[in-house]
């Protein structure tokens, strides 16, 4: 069958269909056709199913990209509404021109567009301070300012990975970390990543240097590390940035301190790896250093030894430095100096009591008995009943009735040089006195002039002399000059005889005219030559009394008696022997004698004031026999506590258990048990004096065989003592503790100089003081106002700091510092300190550079005061120690204990009064001191050698 006729077959019923309605054939109507058409379109991008829906009924499942058609039709004129009724796995389908009406052809422009889901990433910050810059996968940038949520603009598709990082941090100071940061999207979106911001932590750490053992450092006063290797140490905790750091000790090794330098700070962006810890032995600068200040109540008591000062019979009395005495016939009365007293003995059985004032107490005060107060008496003489004194230290001329004991003032009271009467004059450090019984003369010793005193009137002239210039001349009046004028006696009432002591002369004065004429020895020329007038040669005579036509002087520095023939002038020597101190009992020079001073004569006897033995000495013109009035010599005694005697310590130092002092004039060495207050005599045998090295013995009195001259300075490091012998022997001294034994380190006895060398080599001008870091020792090499410092090991010796024979007081580098007189050091093992006596200051070198400043006073100006760096001031200081925070200084001239605060030089007294000298027990400034010399510390407390007071006290 062709085509056409099966068109025309197909098209047969239509035809009929359409006849029949137009002719209302059948007799009924007919129903007509409704047409109906598909929907459907195209599905892109599909992996997997999805299933379509149409009109909310008609499903389709579709499982591959390409054309689709629902099912069923939809009839012309109604609508069509494709939706996606599921979603693929991991994709998202949408359709777009899914709705619309049926007209008259089939619906196939549905478009069903499928694509793989995204998801977005994003989670918490917290802790953030400023702005974080986060990246998700090396591109989406994201910058946070504020802890809370975030959420990266970017989604990621399904079943791609996420990878969160920080591209910025907040700031050089804060780290933020990423924890959940990674992964891969899986049908949800990604909240959970954590971002954790924080101050940046560094380590703290250093190094140790010096350590003998383990010690705890602690940072920040929880963090505490065990170091027992010198080395590099770091703390095991982190410090945040921003925050402090601070390094301390926490614990000390056994026997060492260590300190911490650099050790505080502020973490910024590093590590801190400069904090310095430097271990010393606390056996350090003669001292025990702990490293810790000391904790002082500032309570003063005595260890050892006893103040001078006790009334009594024959050798129980003890004087302190008697200068001058006058007698009545019946007593003697002598001005105990150093005790502030006027003491009384009866001659024929040398009982001693105490006229007036207290001993040991200074002051001005007038008043009965003890209730009066003196400052350093030196002269007395005796008329109508009456004693005068010549008060020094108060510048004044005392009177006291001898029967009362009651005390005033006739003249004087203020420093000066004006005539004038009673209190309107004034003298400068009046000395010697005697009598008309109508007038007084005194040696005004400081002005240089005589003075005559109207004793009904208190009229004060001046006889001889000019007040401030000191000279030799003869002439009249005012014309003639005398150079510190000390002793003066009276013959037949009509002639003064002056011990003029600068100029090492003897003056007459004839009182009438006021004339001045020199009777013995040449001024400027010193000497021990007994030989007639001007010929004859003095060494310092200070006191001078007159006896049936002959004049005695007590010639000081030659330690002897001397007798002048008023008629001829001839000079011979009567007792003791030029140049040999001593304290001997015995016929002339057989008898000894220690810087003798005041002298008197009475009933064919002569009275001498035998001051540095304290003694009270008689010597029978007759037979130049001399013998013992009163007192007890400079001798020392072992005992314990008060029952020692020690004479003038002078240095002191520990070794934590027991204390070694350097007692200078009885040429000893003594050691004092801290916990008993035990003292034996460790080396040198008192008042005998020599260069004698020695092996020891190892018992109680270990080296007697060694000997010493003057030993001024003392330092130990535990195991040896290191003694600055001093006088003619100008050498440093080993002594070994354990067994005493004796040698020489370095210098040559007898030789002075000023030599760098090896042991014997090497020169030392009066060295004083010593200290020692435990490797060297430094001394105060004073007659050369230098700083030396010598190898233990070796004995080499260099000189550190100051210009060889060049006082001064310049601040610089080694030799171009310059020191006056420096008489003790110590050392904290890192820097020395000086107490530079002649300038009153206290300096500080630094020890591996020799870089000397001045920490506190000022160079030249005598002074008490208290206050920081130059604002304070100083009088001879000549002892100083070191806990190793503050200083202590013995301030002698003051009388004082005064401490120093090392890091801001400020100055404070500890202990004494200023000016006030004495022997009292106290707290602080009400104890009492007299020339406080050498000082040490045992870690706890504080240990004085009170030189005047030949005692050991304890400040607590």
């Known amino acids: 069958m062709n085509f056409s006729i099966v068109k025309m077959l197909r098209c047969i019923p239509l035809v009929v269909a359409l006849l029949l309605g137009a002719c209302g054939g059948g007799g009924s109507s007919v129903t007509p056709v409704t047409s109906t058409y598909t929907v459907g379109g195209t599905v892109t991008g599909l992996n997997g199913s999805v299933v379509l829906q149409n009109n909310g009924a008609d499903n389709l499942t579709v499982t591959a990209n390409g054309n689709f058609t629902f099912a069923a039709s939809t009839t012309s004129g109604n609508t069509y509404a494709v939706t996606v009724l599921t979603q693929p796995i991991g994709q998202t389908c949408s359709v777009s021109t899914g709705a619309g009406t049926v007209s008259g052809n089939n619906v196939s422009n549905v478009t069903v567009t499928c694509a793989t889901s995204t998801y977005t990433v994003g989670g918490t910050v917290s802790g953030l301070t400023g702005t974080v810059v986060l990246q998700d996968n090396s591109g989406d940038n994201l910058s946070v300012s504020a802890n809370g949520a975030f959420t990266f603009a970017t989604p990621v598709a399904n079943g791609s990975p996420y990878s969160v990082t920080v591209l910025t941090q907040p700031s050089v100071t804060m780290s933020c970390s990423v924890t959940n940061g990674t992964g891969t999207i899986s049908l949800a979106n990604v909240s959970n990543v954590a971002i954790t911001c924080a101050l940046n932590t560094y380590t703290v750490g250093g190094t140790v240097t010096g ?31 921003g925050n402090p750091y601070i390094v301390s000790v926490f614990s000390n090794p056994a026997s060492q301190h260590c300190a911490v330098s650099s050790g505080a700070g502020t973490i910024a962006s590093s590590n801190i790896s400069n904090v310095g810890v430097a271990c010393l032995n606390n056996q350090l600068g003669g001292a025990i250093q702990t490293g810790t200040p ?7 008591s005595t260890l050892a030894g ?6 009594g019979t024959g050798a129980g009395v003890r004087f302190n430095a008697p200068f001058a005495s006058i007698s009545d016939g019946t007593n003697l009365y002598v001005a105990d100096t150093s005790n502030h007293t006027i003491r009384q003995i009866v001659i024929a059985t040398g009982a001693v009591t105490t006229l007036a004032g207290t001993a040991g107490t200074q002051g001005s005060a007038d ?22 004194v010549t008060d020094s230290g108060n510048s004044a001329i005392r009177q006291i009735v001898i029967a009362t004991g009651a005390v005033t003032t006739l003249a004087g009271g203020v420093w000066g040089s004006a005539d004038g009467t009673g209190t309107a004059a004034s003298f400068n450090t009046p000395y010697g006195i005697t009598t008309d019984n109508t007038n007084l003369y005194v040696t005004d010793n400081g002005s240089h002039t005589i003075r005559q005193i109207v004793i009904a009137t208190g009229a004060v002239t001046t ?35 002056v011990a003029d002591y600068g100029n090492h002369t003897i003056r007459q004065i004839v009182i009438s005219t006021g004339a001045v004429y020199t009777t013995a020895g040449t001024a400027g020329s010193r000497g021990s030559s007994d030989l007639i007038g001007q010929s004859a040669r003095f060494n310092g005579p200070i006191g001078i009394t007159v006896d049936n036509g002959s004049l005695y002087v007590a010639d000081q520095w030659n330690h002897t008696i001397r007798l002048i023939s008023i008629v001829g002038g001839q000079v011979n ?28 004569s009475n009933n064919g006897s002569l009275y001498v004031a035998d001051t540095y033995n304290h003694r009270i000495r008689k010597i029978v013109i007759a037979s130049w026999a001399v013998t013992t009035l009163a007192g007890t010599a400079s001798v020392a005694v072992d005992a314990t506590g008060a029952a020692a005697r020690l004479v003038y310590p002078n240095s002191i130092t520990t070794d934590g258990s027991n204390l070694y002092v350097a007692e200078t004039i009885n040429n000893t060495i003594r050691q004092i048990v801290i916990t008993t207050g035990a003292v034996t005599t460790l080396a040198g045998t008192a008042g005998t004096q020599g260069s004698t090295d020695g092996a020891g013995t190892g018992g109680t009195f270990l080296n007697p065989s060694a000997t010493f001259d003057n030993p001024s300075g003392i330092t130990t490091d535990g195991s ?44 030392f001008s009066n060295p004083t003081s010593t200290t020692t870091d435990g490797s060297n020792l430094y001394v105060t090499d004073t007659g050369n106002h230098t700083i030396r410092k010598i190898v233990i090991s070796t004995g080499v010796v260099t000189t550190l700091s100051g210009t060889v024979g060049t006082p001064g007081s310049g601040d610089g580098t080694g030799t171009a510092a310059t020191f006056n007189g420096p008489a003790s050091i110590t050392t904290d093992g890192i820097n020395l300190f000086v107490a530079d006596t002649g300038n009153h200051t206290i300096r500080q070198i630094v020890i591996a550079t020799g870089a000397v400043t001045t920490l506190a006073g ?42 120093i605060v090392i890091a801001s030089g400020v100055v404070t007294t500890l202990a004494g009064t200023a000016g006030i000298t004495g022997a009292a027990d106290a707290t602080g400034t009400a104890a009492r001191f007299n020339n406080p010399f050498g000082i040490t510390t045992d870690g706890s407390s504080l240990y004085v050698a009170d030189r005047s007071n030949g005692t050991i006290r304890k400040i607590q």
Not at 583 to 597: I, M, V
Not at 730 to 750: D, E, S
């Open 306 to 311: 006893a103040a001078p000062g006790a009334d």
């Open 294 to 300: 000391l904790n002082l109540t500032k309570a003063v």
């Open 720 to 763: 040896n003592l290191y003694v600055a012998d001093s006088n003619n022997n100008n050498t440093i001294r080993q002594i070994v503790i354990a067994t005493g034994a004796v040698t020489t380190l370095a210098g040559t006895a007898g030789i002075t100089g000023s030599a760098d060398g090896t042991g014997a080599a090497a020169a």
């Open 367 to 388: 008043g009965t008995g003890a209730a009066a107060r003196f400052n350093t008496p030196y002269g007395i003489t005796l008329a109508g009943g009456n004693l005068y």
């Open 211 to 241: 350590l003998n053992g383990s010690v705890v450092l602690q940072d920040n006063g929880i963090d505490n590390l065990t170091v027992s290797v010198n080395g590099p140490f770091n703390f095991p905790a982190a410090v945040a940035s």
């Open 573 to 600: 020597t009567i007792a003791g022997t030029t140049g040999v101190s001593g304290s001997a009992d015995g016929t002339g020079t057989a008898a000894s004698f220690t810087l003798p001073s005041g002298i008197t």
């Open 463 to 497: 006889l001889a002399g000019t007040a401030g210039a000191p000279g030799s001349a003869n002439g009249t009046g005012t014309a003639a000059t005398f150079k510190n004028p000390a002793g003066i006696t009276i013959n037949n009432g009509t002639d003064l005889y």
């Open 858 to 899: 000022t160079a030249g100006t005598l002074g008490s005061a208290d206050g920081t760096g130059t604002a304070a001031s100083f009088s001879g200081p000549s002892g100083i120690i070191t806990d190793g925070i503050n200083l202590f200084v013995a301030d002698t001239g003051n009388h004082t204990i005064r401490q």
